[in-house]
T-cell receptor, first 112, second 109 residues
Framework: IAGITQAPTSQILAAGRRMTLRCTQD?????MYWYRQDLGLGLRLIHY???????GKGEVPDGYSVSRANTDDFPLTLASAVPSQTSVYFC???????????FGPGTRLTVL | GQNIDQPTEMTATEGAIVQINCTYQ??????LFWYQQHAGEAPTFLSY??LDGLEEKGRFSSFLSRSKGYSYLLLKELQMKDSASYLC??????????WGAGTKLIIKP
C-alpha cells in the first residue's frame, strides 16, 4: 500500500536521551518534511529535504537533526531530548516542493 | 512576520452549510491549501487554490481572493463525520507551507 509510515507510534522518553523518529515513503516523492503539532498552534516545520542528499532548516530546527541518504527515508533525531519537545510529530512528502503534501500517521512523543 | 488567521472553533447543524474563513499575510504566495484533520489522526488534503475564484469538489468548495489575502472553505450538506479540524496553509515564496492553527468544527444533530 503506497504511503508514508512512521515509527514509533508513540514513545515516552526521559529527558537527556537520544531518540530517532523514523519516516519512510514509497511514493518516490522528492521532497520530505518534518513538522511538530502542539495544541493551539499550527503545524510548524522543523526540517525539510527537497531531494535526496539535501536538507534545510525550517521554522523550529533547534535540538533536531535530519539526514536524507536516499529517496525513501527521512529520519529525525533528537540528540538530547527536553520536555519542550513533547509534541506530535508528523512526517510528510510531496512530489516536489510546490506540490500537495501527504502526511504520515504521526508519532506522539512525551519527554519527561 | 507571516500570519494565518482562522476561527478557533465553529458549531453547525447536520445537513446545514458552514463557511470557514482564512486570512493570510505571508512573504510571497504560491497557493493555498485546505486540509482536514480528525482528532488523533494526520491531516488529509482537501483542496488547493492558486488562482482567484471558487474550486468545487463534491460537498466541499474553496474560494480564494489573492488581493484580499482571503480564502474560505464551504462545506454543504454537513454530516456528522465532518466533525474535525480544518487547517488553512499558504505556500510562501520559499515554497514552505505556513499553517494556521486550525478551526475545530463541531457538528450537532
Amino acid at each position: 500500500i503506497a504511503g508514508i509510515t512512521q515509527a514509533p507510534t508513540s514513545q515516552i522518553l526521559a529527558a537527556g536521551r537520544r531518540m530517532t523518529l523514523r519516516c519512510t515513503q514509497d511514493m518516490r516523492h522528492n521532497a520530505m518534511y518534518w513538522y511538530r503539532q502542539d495544541l493551539g498552534l499550527g503545524l510548524r516545520l522543523i526540517h525539510y529535504s527537497n531531494t535526496a542528499g539535501t536538507t534545510g532548516k525550517g521554522e523550529v530546527p533547534d535540538g533536531y537533526s535530519v539526514s536524507r541518504a536516499n529517496t525513501d527515508d527521512f529520519p529525525l533525531t533528537l540528540a538530547s531530548a527536553v520536555p519542550s519537545q513533547t509534541s506530535v510529530y508528523f512526517c510528510a512528502s510531496s512530489e516536489k516542493s510546490s506540490d500537495t503534501q501527504y502526511f504520515g500517521p504521526g508519532t506522539r512523543l512525551t519527554v519527561l | 512576520g507571516q500570519n494565518i488567521d482562522q476561527p478557533t472553533e465553529m458549531t453547525a447543524t447536520e445537513g446545514a452549510i458552514v463557511q470557514i474563513n482564512c486570512t493570510y499575510q505571508t512573504s510571497g504566495f504560491n497557493g493555498l491549501f485546505w486540509y482536514q484533520q480528525h482528532a488523533g489522526e494526520a491531516p488529509t488534503f482537501l483542496s488547493y487554490n492558486v488562482l482567484d475564484g471558487l474550486e468545487e469538489k463534491g460537498r466541499f468548495s474553496s474560494f480564494l481572493s489573492r488581493s484580499k489575502g482571503y480564502s474560505y472553505l464551504l462545506l454543504k450538506e454537513l454530516q456528522m463525520k465532518d466533525s474535525a479540524s480544518y487547517l488553512c496553509a499558504v505556500l510562501d515564496s520559499n515554497y514552505q507551507l505556513i499553517w494556521g492553527a486550525g478551526t475545530k468544527l463541531i457538528i450537532k444533530p
